[in-house]
């Protein structure tokens, strides 16, 4: 099944309030989701020969499944008239297991309905860079749902394992994982990143290249317990995103592709031909002579430590999107900027980027936007189709 007239169907029972059959083809004409005519076209079908409408029967397929899955309901005593159920409004739609169905395409990649774990079994070329948030082992759920601490090793791990299948000589696995989680009850810090990084080695055979930090200046205060409240701790201000790859020497990063324009002092003192004294500093661990620094260079090494406010226009427009379109709105968006750094940095231009934790598909954007092919997914259906919007519209 594909996602486009599955999306537009359940799109025009979510703006439309009672729905009769006759207005919801008109609409799926109108929108471009179904050829016009295409309802009063018939065709001979099965052994009796009867005519029928082909468009017609899809559409009743599909709201037969959607019926199943509780999306929809009739109107008593109408014939052929169908609403959105308070549940298609309210709740997220999870993918059935082992089920992916693809929501939609771009000219370099494609969005999907499904679980991780199945989105991933499915790869059969070579990913360059899987980058994502899976979801955080958070002890308060998010609406999408979030696996309990002491499952989150073997979850993430379990999900990654089949990604060695796929995965480019030197391609990068980068995870975004959160800096807040703590031991119940407790202001000590779980572990659970250490504990990560050395099952990742362990079972999945992957080196760690580095922690970056993502320092968020408009993060939210917190942890309120112990740094508002108990005041035995810092306020929060990043979260982390793990690299690894299972070749250090051939890893694909090139941080020429994320240069930083030069400082104004540096672009000065290379201007001046750098350097003009001798110097040893730092007890010999860094020495200066006439002309250090003085080569002019396409521009600074991106430091890090990631300067990066997630209140961005990108998130911005998302959320007027999101409202717009009647969806939930997501809880957990990456902001474009960082995605589209460390898609760069990461993955060559042409080269295969996959997130099977997409959410609201930041990182499909990112690609596409950079040139990169990419495959991304995520187990509700409200996000697929808000991705599915976001990659319609203009990059912002
Ligand atoms: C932290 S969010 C990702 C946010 C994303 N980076 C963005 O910028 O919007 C994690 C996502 O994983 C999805 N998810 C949770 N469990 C999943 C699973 N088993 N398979 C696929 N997606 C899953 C959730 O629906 C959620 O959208």
């Known amino acids: 099944m594909q996602l486009d007239l599955f999306a537009a169907v359940l799109d025009e029972y979510l703006h439309a309030g009672n729905l009769p059959n006759e207005a919801l083809y008109g609409s799926l004409c109108a929108r471009g989701a179904v050829r016009p005519g295409a309802f009063q076209q018939r065709v001979p079908i099965g052994a009796s020969g009867e005519q029928h409408s082909l468009a017609k029967r899809r559409v009743r397929w599909i709201q037969q499944t959607m019926r199943a899955m509780g999306l929809i309901e009739r109107i008593p005593e109408q014939r052929g008239v169908w609403r959105a159920t308070a549940k298609a409004k309210a709740e997220l739609t999870p993918a059935q297991p082992k089920v992916v169905i693809l929501g939609f395409h771009t000219e370099l990649g494609i969005g999907i309905w499904g679980n991780a774990a199945d989105v991933i079994s499915r790869i059969d070329q070579p990913v360059s860079l899987f980058l994502t948030s899976p979801p955080y082992p958070l002890r308060q759920p998010r609406a999408y749902g979030n696996p309990g601490l002491s499952e989150y090793v073997d979850f993430i791990t379990a999900t990654l394992e089949p990604i060695m299948r796929t995965i480019a000589p030197g391609g990068v696995v980068a995870l975004n994982v959160t800096n807040d989680i703590f031991v119940e009850g407790s202001p000590e810090r779980s572990t659970y990143r250490e504990e990560l990084v050395l099952a990742i080695k362990r079972r999945c055979g992957l080196a760690l290249m580095d922690t970056l930090i993502w320092h968020n200046p408009s993060k939210p205060p917190g942890p309120i317990q ?24 051939q890893c694909k990063a090139d941080n020429r592709r994320v240069l930083q324009p030069h400082s104004e002092a540096q672009r000065r003192l290379i201007e001046r031909g750098g350097e003009k004294r001798h110097a040893i500093n730092a007890d010999g661990a860094y020495r200066l002579r006439p002309g250090s620094y003085g080569n002019a260079t396409a521009g600074s090494i991106q430091r890090n430590v990631l300067n990066i406010s997630h209140n961005c ?84």
């Open 226 to 249: 112990w740094a508002s409240k108990q005041r035995m701790q810092l306020g929060v201000a990043y979260e982390q995103v793990l690299y690894f790859t299972n070749d250090p020497h």
């Open 313 to 396: 226009p990108s998130q911005r427009a998302l959320r007027s999107r999101t409202d717009a379109l009647g969806l939930p709105r997501h809880g957990a968006v990456m902001p474009l900027k960082l995605a589209r750094l460390l898609v760069e940095f990461f993955c060559p231009p042409g080269e295969l980027v996959v997130d099977p934790f997409a959410g609201s598909f930041t990182t499909a954007r990112a690609a596409e936007d950079s040139g990169r092919r990419w495959i991304c997914g995520d187990k509700h259906l409200e996000y697929v189709l808000l991705g599915k919007h976001r990659m319609e519209s203009a990059p912002s």
